[in-house]
């Protein structure tokens, strides 16, 4: 029997809250304490580790915490702001400072709207909660940036999250977080990934294989995330229980580069290096679109996730195409190394490998490219506002330089940018002497900044040198630092995600903008309201009608290949990870088919946003089969066969064939209703023979 216990959690320190500016709270440490970094270690939770809930009296904290408890998760209770008295038994504090006190938590659970969270995250950092969890969608990126300002200030608390399912550990049966239990079991391998749903599919294929989990990190994929994917590997490299490594990665940020930079060099340092087996989601996501998680999409200087796939296998990594692939690969890696998988095997604890993840019963009826700036026009789901509206946005704030928006017109033009550097958890100011398409990517250089400070002079020097325009006339210097400090300013104020624009200098000798690229946080409004004036410059007009109204209903959809009418397999999936890997498995070999769309129904899907999915997938005529890949984790695939077998009956199909595949929760349910329907459905237990079936469909329809 293993098992973890609070001893290797470090305990809270006192952390001291120096000072208030402008409303905004900052914090110190004293000499003896190092960084963030230090907090890496609380990560590892286990059956000891005491939890409590904030916003634990609300219905979703109480139906979750219950779930928790009944799993063996050490909830100790929880605050409402206040209240005082009992709730599951447990006791009720109205603040975070007051359960710390009297509790004694080593973690906590933040079950609060995404308007609140930042408050109750704040209240968490204060009160020294070593280890603090966020699963809300939506926070908006700057309360992020601001949080994360906050925690590069100190040594005692670790953010996890946010928009993640949360950490678990199985073989310590500790939840925090709303990952679907039935699908993990206890054993040896650890799991970190970006994306929830390819998380849920990457535990059941390890649960099936009969090794078990370990400990699973969710990354979560926002645009700034708390803990990284190198903050997880560090742990799993410590950690006595976790024999091999499943790392889960996506477009988006360069998490998967510096994941790759540790790999190979933990593979130089240590003798028998723990087996690592990895997936990055999103390989054909196509250029500058928000593949459905705010972070997914690369920015200016990042490399696209095809590239960071060959980085990570350089780096030693075994790659795979699908997340039900791994159980198999971890094994035979796991055996390649020496290691005694039987034995692995059986000290797996089973008790929750058989619960809703049996394999199924197949039915069929008879019948290295990286982001270049100027692609960030085709952004759609955030707000993205260029042309003459981003020039009008401007001005007001650059009355002393010129703006167009015309290209530049000088044979020397300059890239200027300030957006988020992922890796620092900070803005940046991201600087290029050119913008020769070809050559502006490897000339880029991130200069990060503090949030809460903004740019130093230092900061500033060090941008102008890198444009190579320190020696320009004393007019465009001048200019120059103080639009950097102006964009800056801008860039906080307006709540932006990245703020770019082209230099030139003039003949006369002063700074002349061109056109200028600004990309704001949709979440500033959707969930707090601010940013009112600016989310009313969104022109939907100008944006594909179907993803609109997709939208509307809480569906993401992304139009692929427009005018390729060979783009013919239509696909309705759960989650975005999951949605992007099903889009690349069909696309890259061995299946080689091309998709017409991108389409998430969200990660708790229901029969209608299914059968609003199968309408919207319908409008386009190039489709002549469509594929639904569903895992249930959160989502029922009894609900998700009602909805399809509701979309039959209700929506014109055009006699278009369906391929179901359903995993995870009730799958078997969720089969058995397809098979007693009467419909010419084709389902399918295992990922390959269904994705095969699709694309012989598809080009049999040619």
Request: proline content about 5%.
């Amino acid at each position: 029997m293993f098992s973890r216990s609070a001893a290797s959690v470090p305990r809270a320190g006192t952390l001291r809250l120096a000072t208030k500016l402008q409303g905004k709270r900052l914090y110190s440490i004293s000499k003896a304490r190092r960084s963030y970094d230090d907090t890496i270690q609380n990560l590892k939770i286990g059956e000891h580790t005491r939890v409590i809930y904030q916003g634990f009296t609300g219905r979703v904290a109480t139906i979750n915490a219950q779930e928790s408890l009944n799993y063996g998760t050490n909830i100790v209770g929880g605050v409402t702001p206040g209240k005082d008295g009992e709730h599951l038994g447990k006791p009720v504090l109205p603040t975070v400072r007051a359960a710390k006190e009297q509790l004694k938590p080593d973690a906590t659970a933040i079950y609060v709207a995404a308007q609140h969270a930042a408050k109750a995250i704040e209240e968490a950092i204060e009160a020294e909660i070593p280890l603090i969890v966020a699963v809300a969608e939506h926070i908006p990126l700057h309360d992020i940036l601001r949080i994360t300002s906050i925690l590069n200030t100190q040594s005692k608390s670790r953010f996890v999250g946010a928009n993640a399912p949360g950490i678990i550990s199985p073989i310590g049966k500790c939840r925090i977080g709303f990952q679907p239990l039935p699908t993990f079991s206890p054993g040896h391998i650890g799991i970190v990934a970006k994306s929830g749903t390819l998380s849920y599919e990457t535990v059941a294929s390890i649960t099936r294989s009969g090794l078990g989990q370990s400990l699973c990190i969710g990354m979560g994929g926002d645009v700034v995330a708390g803990t990284s994917l190198v903050d997880a590997l560090k742990v799993f490299e410590t950690d006595p229980d976790t024999e091999g490594i499943v790392l889960v990665g996506e477009v988006g940020g360069r998490a998967e580069e510096e994941a790759a930079e540790w790999i190979r060099d933990y593979r130089k340092r240590v003798k028998q290096p723990k087996p690592i087996a990895a997936l990055v989601g999103g390989r054909t996501a196509p250029v500058g679109r928000i593949m459905g998680h705010a972070g997914a999409w690369a920015a200016p200087g990042e490399n696209l996730a095809e590239d960071k796939y060959k980085i990570i296998q350089d780096a030693g990594a075994t790659m795979v195409d699908h997340p039900e692939k791994f159980g198999g690969v971890m094994k035979t890696l796991l055996s390649q190394a020496g290691k005694d998988v039987g034995k692995i095997v059986s000290h797996a604890q089973s008790v929750n490998q058989s619960r809703s993840m049996h394999t199924m019963r197949r039915v069929r009826p008879s019948t290295q490219r990286t982001y270049h700036p100027a692609q960030a026009a085709d952004q759609r789901r955030s707000l993205h506002i260029q042309g003459q509206q981003a020039v009008d946005l401007l001005k007001p704030a650059l009355r002393d330089i010129s703006i167009s928006n015309d290209p530049p017109q000088a044979t020397d033009s300059y890239y200027l940018s300030i957006t988020v550097d992922r890796s620092a958890r900070q803005p940046c100011i991201l600087v290029s002497p050119t913008t020769d398409p070809s050559t502006t990517h490897k000339r880029m250089r991130r200069i990060p900044y503090d949030y809460q400070r903004g740019p130093t002079q230092d900061d500033i020097a060090s941008a102008i040198r890198h444009l190579q325009i320190d020696a320009a006339p004393p007019l465009a210097h001048a200019q120059t630092a103080s639009l950097i400090t102006t964009l800056a300013s801008f860039y906080k104020t307006h709540e932006a995600i990245t703020l770019t624009t082209d230099l030139t200098i003039t003949s006369s000798g002063s700074l002349h903008l061109s056109t200028p690229r600004l990309h704001f946080d949709d979440a500033a409004y959707k969930s707090t309201k601010r940013q009112a004036s600016i989310h009313a410059l969104r022109d939907t007009g100008l944006e594909e009608a179907v993803e609109v109204e997709a939208e509307r209903h809480g569906i993401v959809f992304v139009k692929l290949h427009a005018g390729d009418a060979s783009a013919s397999i239509g696909t309705l999936v759960n989650g975005a990870g999951l949605a992007m890997n099903t889009v690349d498995a069909l696309s890259l070999p061995p299946h080689e088919g091309k998709c017409a769309n991108f389409l998430d129904t969200g990660g708790k899907a229901t029969s209608e946003t299914v059968k609003k999915s199968f309408e919207l997938i319908l409008r386009d005529e190039r489709v002549k089969v469509i594929f639904v890949n569903i895992f249930g984790g959160l989502t029922d695939c009894g609900m998700i066969a009602e909805g399809v077998i509701m979309a039959f009956n209700e929506v014109d199909m055009r006699g278009i064939p369906v391929v179901v595949r359903l995993r995870g929760t009730n799958e078997e349910v969720g089969q058995r209703k397809i098979a007693e329907s009467g419909l010419e459905l084709e389902a399918f237990d295992g990922f390959q023979e269904a994705a095969t079936r699709v694309v012989e469909l598809a080009n049999a329809k040619r």
